[in-house]
């Protein structure tokens, strides 16, 4: 009986041996192995086999495109006006050495950069030029960042401005300046076809003036004719 136990015992050690031993990394992702506390290398995917005890496998690093949104972030431009942006990022892992042991928490990593350089680079411009000037922000936010998390093992694929809201006098005064141009264009319109109507209209009283006096003309012609005829007559019967 004790042999038994023994053996189930000796048997149960080896299963959790060999779960230990076996890890399975899914496609699109790496995993850390450190021995003895120390980098060790990086598990691609497939099936791998480690140490137990002697070896520690970290958390699986996700090798895919990722895509993080952060919350809306006040920027105070060149000319002192404070704007909300709103910005995504999309970034890939391409050393997860680097990802695990450069930085603590990458994310925070690249929210906090985010927010330095927008800061930066919306404070060397002023409201018009920010709101004018979309793709050279994602531009310079794409460099700045991809540059600065490179060390990370990081890459930054692109950065897209979502949305920059002026302050709301701002917004207000954007609103009725934009109203004013709508109200301009719909009376130059109206006046334009009120133009258009009346070359029309004088158009046609002239065309029907010059079709009277034709008309006129005309008339005079046959009476004349016919006055000339009947005198023609006259002379004749006379004769």
Do not use: C
């Not at 334009?192 to 070359?199: L, N, R």
């Not at 009277?212 to 004769?239: F, T």
């Amino acid at each position: 009986m004790e042999a038994l136990i023994a053996a189930i015992v000796v048997a149960a050690i080896a299963v959790v041996l060999v779960a230990s031993t076996v890890k399975v990394v899914p496609q699109a992702h790496a995993r850390i192995v450190e021995r003895l506390g120390r980098y060790h290398r990086t598990l691609n995917a497939g099936l791998t086999f480690v140490i137990p005890v002697v070896d520690k496998v970290r958390a699986r690093v996700d090798l895919r495109e990722q895509v993080v949104s952060f919350p809306p972030q006040p920027v105070i431009t060149e000319d002192n006006l404070v704007v909300s942006i709103d910005s995504v990022i999309y970034f890939q892992v391409t050393d997860p050495k680097a990802a695990t042991y450069e930085i603590a928490n990458y994310l925070t990593g690249i929210e906090q950069l985010t927010v330095t350089t927008l800061r930066n680079v919306i404070g060397s411009m002023d409201l018009e030029e920010t709101l004018t000037s979309r793709d050279s922000i994602n531009a310079q936010l794409r460099g700045v960042l991809d540059e600065a998390t490179g060390k990370w093992g990081i890459r930054v694929n692109r950065v897209e401005i979502k949305a920059i809201d002026p302050p709301r006098s701002v917004q207000e005064s954007m609103e009725k300046q934009m109203r004013a141009e709508r109200d301009k264009r719909a009376a130059i319109l109206t006046a334009e076809g009120d133009k258009q109507s009346a070359i029309l209209t004088a158009e046609g009283e002239k065309t029907a003036a010059v079709l009277r006096a034709e008309g006129d003309a005309q008339a005079a012609v046959l009476r004349a004719q016919g006055e000339s005829e009947a005198i023609i007559k006259v002379v004749e019967a006379i004769h």
